[in-house]
């Protein structure tokens, strides 16, 4: 069992950045691909990002190409994600999530944090 604590959100206005953390701890002998998933109030959870267990392989979902930046602290078992030039669509609980592979994280993870709230006024 993994468990996983995100951390890092908040309310910025629009063009401003935030850098949200998720730290796994439980069975991290063996180490996981990460990712991240956000959902907006009414919308289904979408996938945001997503990097391998070595760093080796990174996928961005198109909205946020060239805005956010997925990265990992393997020393310290923790995902980040830097995101850069927010905007109001970018609104929605951020969830974490790992498993095995990346394809496994991207459609059916295991694993998932609880979620941490960003909020991006006009």
């Known amino acids: 069992q993994v468990q996983l604590v995100e951390s890092g959100g908040g309310l910025v206005q629009a063009g401003g950045s935030l850098k949200l953390s998720c730290a796994a701890s439980?069975?991290?002998?063996?180490?996981?691909?990460m990712g991240w998933f956000r959902q907006a109030p009414g919308k289904e959870r979408e996938f945001v990002a997503v990097?391998?267990?070595?760093?080796?392989?990174?996928y961005y979902t198109e909205s946020v190409k060239g805005r956010f930046t997925i990265s990992r602290d393997n020393a310290k078992n923790t995902v980040y994600l830097q995101m850069n030039s927010l905007k109001p669509e970018d609104t929605a609980v951020y969830y974490c999530?790992?498993?095995?592979?990346?394809?496994?994280?991207?459609?059916?993870?295991?694993?998932w944090g609880q979620g941490t709230q960003v909020t991006v006024s006009s």
């Open positions: 999530a790992a498993d095995r592979s990346t394809s496994v994280v991207r459609t059916g993870a295991n694993y």
């Open positions: 439980g069975r991290t002998d063996t180490s996981y691909a």
């Open positions: 990097i391998s267990r070595n760093g080796g392989s990174i």
